[in-house]
């Protein structure tokens, strides 16, 4: 199996990993999580067992053409190359109502001046604004972008399934920091075996909690 990791390939025949994405992701396709409708203090407590002390803002989604989704980082970068500005790293918060909260690492654009930051990737879930956790801790390395930090999750209730997707979600993220850098890899048979394995176990502990949360 080839696999192909990090920025620019949009060969459809063959997998594409642009980070770790966000555990409902692998559910075929559902939106399963969003933006969340408010700052809860679950929420609260998510963001601060990330960076005590900040408090997360809601932010406009207003990308440029150029923009891709879940591409963030390359996204900043190259704003950054056309007009100035810096990067401001931090963490997207996402809710499955019910089920559990979670940080995705993120980045928004500084123009500088004071000037509010701007959230420049589109979302794939169809949100017109993200939760951002600002965190000066959670810096992006252009130079190894291999290395992929894996999303920071709380439950919403004592429920041993919802235990369970976060750790197939850690062993899964586990699995692509193994892999070694981005660009074209051809994955052994064996990897590529433990690749579908992983794979499945997430799609399958998340449709045992939507059988069991989707409904009212």
């Known amino acids: 199996m080839v696999l192909l990791t990090g920025r620019g390939f949009d060969n459809p025949t063959e997998t594409t990993l642009l980070h770790v994405e966000s555990v409902e992701n692998a559910a075929m396709g559902d939106a399963l999580t969003g933006t969340p409708s408010e700052i809860s203090e679950k929420i609260l407590e998510l963001c601060r067992g990330i960076t005590p002390g900040t408090r997360p803002l809601y932010l406009d989604i207003t990308p440029e053409p150029w923009c891709k989704p879940a591409d963030c980082f390359e996204n900043i970068r190259r704003k950054i190359e056309r007009d100035g500005g810096t990067i401001q790293c931090g963490w997207a918060i996402w809710e499955w109502p019910r089920v559990f909260v979670e940080a995705e690492h993120h980045a928004v654009y500084s123009p500088g001046s004071g000037t509010l930051w701007i959230d420049l990737t589109p979302c794939q879930q169809?949100?017109?604004?993200?939760?951002?956790?600002?965190?000066?801790?959670?810096?992006?390395?252009?130079?190894?972008?291999?290395?992929?930090?894996?999303?920071?999750?709380?439950?919403?209730?004592?429920?041993?399934?919802?235990?369970?997707?976060?750790?197939?979600?850690?062993?899964?993220?586990?699995f692509y920091n193994g892999l070694p850098g981005v660009g074209r890899i051809v994955l052994h048979a064996s990897e590529d075996k433990e690749l579908a394995k992983l794979e499945r176990a997430v799609a399958n502990a998340i449709a045992v909690l939507k059988q069991k949360y989707a409904k009212g």
């Open 126 to 174: 169809g949100n017109s604004r993200r939760l951002f956790l600002p965190d000066d801790n959670a810096t992006y390395d252009f130079e190894d972008e291999g290395f992929r930090r894996d999303n920071v999750r709380l439950a919403l209730s004592d429920d041993p399934d919802v235990r369970n997707l976060f750790k197939t979600a850690r062993r899964r993220s586990d």
